[in-house]
């Protein structure tokens, strides 16, 4: 099945809040397979009931189903664009160009101010939550390979606890995706404290923002195309960034 084409032979059928998320489908195919069906309805300006109806009008079960056809679709058709390019050039390609807008996206003297407050702060936490756990955890065990000594924190209860025990003299680093509203009493206590804090997120205008010193905005690979990528190598590519120039930060300061 088609899931574009029968969107379209459909149009007529569909209620004005339907049409809505329809017409967002047919504007922006490729955003429905990487968003949830919360945040399309959101972006169309429609409800997710409203949302679930459309799938289910034409011939699915709900939105899992019909994302998962429009996936489908969407890599065939894709496929069909590039006869020439093989499964791991398409890959390859898309992870290239994105560690690419890294540079594009952050300047040295932002990363330099980075690496400054962390060398300067008495005591680092790293928090990451689920998969930006990983990231937090491979920021925490590189620091250590030049001597840095930080602890990662993965345990959102515990962040907590934590958090409370922190000072003017320390430092926070947030990994967040999104800028998930399970931090947001995390961030709360980190601003009540006065502590210096970093977000390190691929979300421009999450709704943590206005709770960090400094935010570092990394591009989110996950939603550049039909593929089911993972965005853990943009944080990894980033944090070896990072590493490089804490490296040479605490070098100079031994000089």
Do not use: W
């Not at 890599?75 to 690419?100: D, G, L, M």
């Not at 001597?147 to 515990?158: K, N, P, R």
């Amino acid at each position: 099945m088609d899931p574009i084409a029968v969107i379209k032979s459909n149009l007529e059928m569909f209620t004005k809040s339907e049409k809505r998320i329809a017409l967002f489908i047919l504007n922006d195919p490729i955003r429905i397979v990487q968003y949830s069906a919360e945040e399309i309805a959101k972006a169309a300006g429609s409800s997710k009931s409203a949302f679930i109806r459309l799938c289910q009008k034409v011939g699915y079960r709900g939105y899992s189903e019909f994302r998962f056809s429009l996936s489908k679709y969407l890599i065939s058709h894709k496929a069909k664009e590039n006869k020439e390019e093989t499964i791991a050039q398409s890959i390859t390609t898309v992870y290239s160009e994105n560690i690419r807008q890294i540079a594009q996206n952050i300047t040295d003297s932002t990363i330099e101010k980075v690496c400054r407050t962390m060398t300067n702060s008495s005591k680092i936490k790293i928090l990451g939550n689920n998969r930006t756990g990983l990231a937090a955890h491979q920021l925490r065990m590189r620091m250590a390979k030049i001597g840095m000594d930080s602890e990662f924190v993965s345990d959102t209860i515990l962040m907590n606890d934590i958090v409370s025990s922190l000072t003017k003299e320390d430092l926070v680093i947030v990994f967040s995706i999104k800028g998930m509203s399970y931090y947001e009493e995390v961030v709360k206590q980190i601003e009540a404290n006065g502590i210096e804090s970093i977000l390190i997120t691929m979300t421009p205008n999450s709704p943590l923002n206005k709770y960090f010193d400094t935010i570092i905005t990394l591009p989110l690979v996950s939603r550049a195309t039909s593929r089911f990528l993972d965005d853990q190598a943009i944080f990894f590519v980033f944090i070896e960034i990072l590493l490089a120039e804490l490296a040479e930060t605490d070098d100079s300061s031994k000089e």
